[in-house]
C-alpha cells in the first residue's frame, strides 16, 4: 500500500539482467507495501530469472513485443489482480521510486500522472534532433491535454483504475505509441493528465544507444507518430 491505495510496480525488460536486480531491491526497499511484476519482453538473456530471484513476480512474453505489448500485459494483470494503482518504472534503473508516492498522491485529483524530466529538477538535459522531438511533442500535446506537459516520452507514469481498465484492452505497440500515442487517447477520452517534476539518473547497466543519424531517425518518427495519433479516433 502507498498512501491507501494498492499498488503494482510494473517494469518492462529487454535484456537488462545487469541491471533489473538493483532495480527490484530498490523498489522493494523504498516501497515495501507495493508488489513488483518485471514483464520480461522476449529477452535473450537471465532477465527473468535475476528478477524472480531478486524478489519480483515476474511474466514473461514468448517473443518480443516491444514495451507497449509488455505494458499491455501489466496493465491486464494490475486489472485483474485489482490494483488501484499501476506506475511503470524502467527497467535500467534511470526511475527513482522515491518519487512513487508522489506520483500517487496526485492521483487523487487526476487519472494519469507522468515522472517529468524538463519540469525543474535535476540535471537531465537532451540535445539536438531528439530535443526538438521532444519540444514539439510537448508543445502539442499539452494542447490535447489541456495542461503544461514538458515531457510527453517519460516512461515513468502512474495510473489509476479507470485508465488501468483502459489500457489493458487498449494500448498501441508501435513506436513510440506507449508514450505519445497514450496521451492522446487518454486525454480524448475525457481522463485528465497531470505531471510531477523528478530528476533522472543514468542507466544502472548497459549504455544508451545515441548518435546524430539516430536522432535525426527519432525526430521523423515522433513527427510521424504524433500525425498518426492525432487522426486516429
Known amino acids: 500500500m502507498v498512501n491507501g491505495k494498492r ?6 525488460a529487454l535484456n537488462e539482467s545487469g541491471s533489473i536486480a538493483d532495480v527490484v531491491g530498490e523498489v522493494r526497499g523504498e ?19 535475476v ?11 514468448p517473443y518480443n513485443l516491444g514495451v507497449g505489448g509488455a505494458m499491455r500485459l501489466g496493465y491486464r494483470y494490475a486489472r485483474d489482480h485489482d490494483y488501484d494503482v499501476a506506475i511503470q518504472i524502467d527497467a535500467d534503473g534511470q526511475h527513482d521510486p522515491r518519487y512513487v508516492p508522489k506520483l500517487v498522491d496526485l492521483l487523487d485529483e487526476t487519472d494519469l500522472v507522468i515522472g517529468a524530466r524538463f519540469a525543474g529538477e535535476g540535471d537531465y538535459s537532451v540535445r539536438g ?7 514539439m511533442l510537448s508543445g ?14 517519460s516512461g515513468f507514469r502512474a495510473a489509476n483504475r479507470r485508465v488501468i481498465d483502459m489500457f489493458a484492452t487498449w494500448y498501441p505497440v ?13 486525454a480524448r477520452r475525457g481522463y485528465t493528465i497531470r505531471q510531477v517534476p523528478v530528476a533522472m539518473r543514468k542507466r544502472m547497466a548497459g549504455t544508451p544507444s545515441h548518435s546524430p543519424a539516430k536522432a535525426m531517425i527519432y525526430l521523423g518518427r515522433a ?6 495519433a492525432l487522426i486516429r479516433r
Open 7 to 12: 499498488v503494482l510496480i510494473i517494469i518492462p
Open 31 to 49: 516501497l515495501p507495501g507495493v508488489d513488483v511484476l518485471v514483464v520480461d519482453d522476449g529477452s535473450t538473456d537471465r532477465t527473468a530469472a
Open 51 to 61: 528478477a524472480a530471484a531478486a524478489g519480483a513476480r515476474v511474466a514473461k512474453l
Open 129 to 135: 534532433p531528439r530535443r526538438w522531438a521532444m519540444v
Open 140 to 153: 502539442v500535446l499539452s494542447r490535447v491535454a489541456r495542461t503544461k506537459l514538458t515531457d510527453t516520452t
Open 174 to 186: 508501435e513506436y513510440l505509441g506507449d508514450t505519445v500515442e497514450t496521451l492522446v487517447h487518454t
Open 223 to 228: 513527427f510521424a507518430v504524433l500525425t498518426l
